[in-house]
């Protein structure tokens, strides 16, 4: 998955949406939702694949929503030919919440694209599913574009803002013994690239919160587990950690922990969302602070949003490890930059040197 560069959307101009799916239905519900907003425009539908290739040159897009399943051409054959000639144009799949989609949408993001969005195969009432779109698909189109305000303040003399760089290293309070990642856009790629780069004799148990729905988290973990060193499973109720087992939490589950005596294990519950989000990793830092205190490892990567951010601080408060990592290498620079942008991150590195620092700091050297 290529990493995007936002692009600055001037005053005065919109975001420019090409629709690529056969359903007649998805197509008027998203041009609806796109017409609704003031930010962009729907430049062109496609029916099928072959179809959305051919406008692509036309209309010059700026981002496109793309199905899976359709006729001659689907979704997949259709992303492979584009990322051979236009890398950086933004793709959003829409997929359905079955194993087959899950599969395919994985799929789909190895390949290129950027991220995703899910439709149920009973949506029920338009108006519901016009809330849905609304609510997961315009903020994911937004998220990969700088739009100009409509009026500029007036300009006042401000102090030069210091570069973001890393805090200085310091020795750990007491030796970590929990590793807590929290990532969402971008994030099978970026696990994908990260996770076999652990050691077979890795010391200490990982756990992870992907923004994913169910089924999604569990085909992750089977990928993870067959090209890992390590044991990657979708955590379930009871699930003791271990060293060198990842445990990633399930879709639409909070995943927090419980020790009795030595033993700490994963607890699942379907308590409200943060952040908009369930799985959240505000509710996994937390639950890691309260069970491990400063002996944890937090990194936040690649995602969309704040969620994260109220967690690491509550582990850097105790004394825990922070690790964000930075701008260039994350597709949205969202989670980890506002680790960053709150000054919480001891570290602030690209995606390749995140395990090395995590390796670094688990042994205390």
Known sequence: ???????????????????????????????????????????????????????????????????VEMPELDGLGMLRKLRQTHKDIPVIMFSTLTERGAASTLEALSLGANDYVTKAANVGSLDRSMASLRSELIPKIKQFFSIEAEQKPCPQPVAPIAPLTARPLFKPLVMPKVVAIGISTGGPNALGEIMPCFPVSFPLPILIVQHMPPVFTRLLAERLDANCKLTVREAEQGSVLAPGTVWIAPGDFHMRLRRVGSTVSVVLDQGPQENSCRPAVDVMFRSVQETYGAASISAVLTGMGYDGMRGAEVLKGCGASVIAQDEATSVVWGMPGAVVNAGLADSVLPLNQIVPEIIRRSTGA
């Open 1 to 67: 998955m290529p990493n995007i560069t936002k692009k600055l959307i001037r005053r005065g101009s919109k975001i420019k949406v090409l629709v690529v799916d056969d359903s007649v239905v998805i197509r008027r519900l998203v041009t609806h939702a796109i017409e609704e907003d003031p930010a962009m425009e729907l430049v062109g539908t496609a029916a099928n694949g072959s179809i959305g290739l051919s406008r692509v040159p036309q209309i010059n897009p700026d981002i496109i929503t793309l199905d």
